[in-house]
């Protein structure tokens, strides 16, 4: 469906900040047909690793954006993590599949960021409808009644500029500016550490190391070991009270602190930095025109390696309905819907990074054993918060799988950026034409696939049709046209005060 008029020099979406999550958000508006600007303070990606692992979900969002198979070569299948106390006994594995997952990519991934974000860039410059503004550093967002007016100084020659966008989204980090113009306070999850991240290059194989992480679980100084690709590796080493937290990061320091895994011998030092792990939440992710998401929205402790993660999930919940308010397909209030469905979403996966990283500090053997919880939780995959999905069905809110389809592609290409009806042949034979061209005018496409592994999943649920928004969550289920019918319906509903 064709969108508005777009006035002269008015943009549908302004971004402040282009890292990953900022750049994934330039793709996937630009694959709904937006146009975009987007402001960011630097003139290249970071060149030092920052976030280290992806997941299945995330790379299913590659997948969307037409960049998966670009991405994969920087990648490395990851099998999980081990915990081990202060004697280095293993006493909780946490391992992951290494076959193919139901969203049709590997569960974990490990990557190496600037590659991954001048991949994003290079995606995102490919579309002639987004106009990226490098050495652009955003200092004052007014909004209108029909738009937003972003100022911003171009740093090569001091000049000010003007930008207009129907909307603003800032993925602008912890300091973010989007966020004090929302006026969101943080909420605090209660972890604050010091902690000492060194990444190192080996110069020669050392597979006693190991492809799995390892949180060493040791009260004296807890650390992890992250196996990230080809030959870099990560240690995060706790910051302890007594250290001189002003020389820690002194490469005589750094070689002492990882003595007991390599030497100057076997690597060269990258980078050293003292960071400290937060866990904090944005109490308002939203203000009229302008919204937040990853770290502008959240931090999380690195336990879990969810931080990039939580903020690509946020602009593909995001992106799709942003298209589908500037395109006149829905109310603005939809837009309320993104707080509502991400927010406790990605609060179960902070809360539980913060669970993981009192279990790495337990100084206990017997505090490790009676936490159970993270146990139970690693393997889980939190429901989206109230939103546009059926809250009375059980999968609703979780993302649909990705099976490959007889026709040797998978689900997600031969649907495209849409909203897509999943049914057994014979329920799609019942659509009369009316029910047909519903769909049609709504460019919801209709998938069927004989006796395939779509078929067998609709069989496991004991549905006849599922309906499925463009970032794969399942909004219900249906036994009949009509139970279709009033799903539809519901992707345009305006209840999200």
């Known amino acids: 469906m064709d969108g508005p008029q777009r006035a002269e020099g ?5 971004i402040i900040g282009l890292g990953p999550v900022g750049a994934t958000l330039a793709n996937l508006l630009a694959v709904d047909g937006l146009s975009v600007i987007a402001l960011e303070r630097e003139t290249e990606p970071y060149a030092l690793p920052r976030a280290v692992h992806f997941d299945d979900e995330v790379m299913r ?31 909780l594995d946490w391992s992951r599949p290494l076959e193919i997952g139901p969203n049709g990519w590997n569960i974990s991934y490990r990557f190496h960021q600037p590659e991954l974000e001048r991949v994003l860039r ?5 579309h002639a409808s987004v106009n990226i503004r490098l050495r652009a550093d955003a200092f004052a967002i007014d909004q209108r009644s029909d738009h937003v007016a972003i100022r911003f100084e171009s740093v090569a020659n001091g000049k000010l500029e003007e930008a207009r966008a129907r909307y603003v989204v800032g993925c602008d980090g912890a300091r973010s500016l989007v966020r004090r113009l929302i006026g969101s306070e943080m909420d605090d999850l209660g972890f604050h550490e010091p902690w000492l991240v060194i990444d190192a290059i080996l110069k020669r194989p050392m597979p006693e190391l190991g492809d799995y992480s390892v949180q060493f679980c040791d009260a004296r100084r807890p650390a992890t070991y992250v196996r990230s690709v080809g030959n870099r590796r990560r240690w995060e080493i706790a910051i302890m009270p007594d250290d ?19 030497t100057p011998d076997d690597a060269d030092l990258e980078r050293a930095a003292a960071y400290s792990f937060h866990s904090v939440i944005a109490s308002t992710w939203r203000r009229e025109r302008l919204l937040i998401a990853g770290d502008a929205a959240h931090q999380t402790p690195p336990f879990l390696g969810q931080g990039m993660c939580a903020g690509i999930r946020d602009v593909a919940n995001l992106a799709w309905k942003l298209g589908r308010v500037i395109r006149g397909e829905a109310n603005n209030a939809l837009l309320n819907s993104y707080q509502t469905e991400r927010h406790p979403h990605v609060r179960e996966y902070v809360e539980l990074a913060v669970r ?5 500090n337990a100084t206990r053997s017997e505090d490790r054993e009676a936490d159970a919880e993270p146990r139970r939780m690693a393997t889980i995959k939190p429901r989206l918060g109230p939103g546009l999905f059926r809250r009375e069905c059980a999968i609703a809110g979780t993302p649909v799988p990705q099976p490959m389809l007889s026709t040797g592609r998978r689900l997600d290409d031969h649907v495209g950026y849409r909203i897509a009806v999943l049914a057994r042949p014979d329920f799609l034979d019942g659509l009369d034409h009316a029910a047909r061209d519903r769909c049609s005018r709504r460019g919801i496409t209709l998938v069927a696939d004989g006796q395939g592994p779509l078929s067998d999943w609709l069989d496991s649920i004991g549905a006849h049709a599922a ?17 279709l019918s009033a799903l539809v319906d519901s992707m345009s509903q305006e209840d999200f005060g």
């Open 10 to 14: 008015l943009y549908d979406v302004a």
């Open 61 to 91: 969002v590659f997948q969307t954006i037409g960049l998966a198979d670009e991405i994969l070569p920087f990648t490395h299948v990851s099998p999980g993590m081990h915990f081990v106390d202060g004697d280095g006994r293993l006493f």
């Open 122 to 126: 290079a995606g995102a410059r490919a």
């Open 244 to 262: 001189d937290a002003r020389r820690i990061t002194d490469p005589e320091n750094v070689w002492k602190l990882l003595a007991r895994w390599i």
């Open 356 to 360: 993981l990283g009192s279990l790495i």
């Open 467 to 483: 309906l499925v928004r463009p970032d794969r969550y399942i909004v219900g289920l249906a036994e009949t046209p009509q139970q």
